[in-house]
């Protein structure tokens, strides 16, 4: 079943992600568990630079599901330009979503995913609302 992203979504960043030797599998392609890692490496950039807090101690974001639609394998070498868009943000909880391509094919999408996300108290270990400062960057 692959799993479709809204047309309504807003991009709000973008890193580029080096494909490298040691993340290639047997079968000679980038492994798919890697694809979750670069739109990791996405997100965290993002929410490091909104000022989103990890501190056990407070409030931040939580994913509590996350797809992949493996579209084409990645192959070393290259880079890999990892977007991120979101959409639907509720009260505490928002949806990102991921495109993957190599730099040298500008528009061909090799994967695609995304990841419902959750405004959590940390220490409450339960979902909390989402503040406004945080929201404007969803909006």
Same mark, same amino acid.
């Given at each position: ?51 989103? !807090? ?37 009260? !505490? ?33 339960? !979902? ?12």
């Amino acid at each position: 079943m692959r799993f479709e992203l809204p047309a309504e979504r807003k991009l709000i960043h973008e890193v580029t992600v080096p494909l490298r030797w040691g993340d290639m599998d047997a079968m000679g392609h980038i492994n798919n568990t890697l694809y979750f890692r670069y739109m990791e490496i996405c997100r965290l950039d993002w929410i490091f630079k909104v000022g989103a !807090s990890t501190d056990p101690a407070g409030e931040g974001p939580v994913i509590v599901n996350a797809f992949c639609n493996f579209l084409r394998q990645l192959e070393f070498p290259g880079d890999v330009r990892v977007t991120m868009s979101v959409a639907h943000p509720g009260r !505490s909880s928002f949806e990102t979503y991921h495109t993957l391509e190599r730099t040298d094919e500008p528009g061909v999408v090799y994967a695609e995913g995304g990841a419902r996300t959750v405004w959590t108290d940390y220490r409450a270990r339960k !979902s909390a609302p989402m503040p406004d400062w945080f929201r404007a960057h969803l909006e």
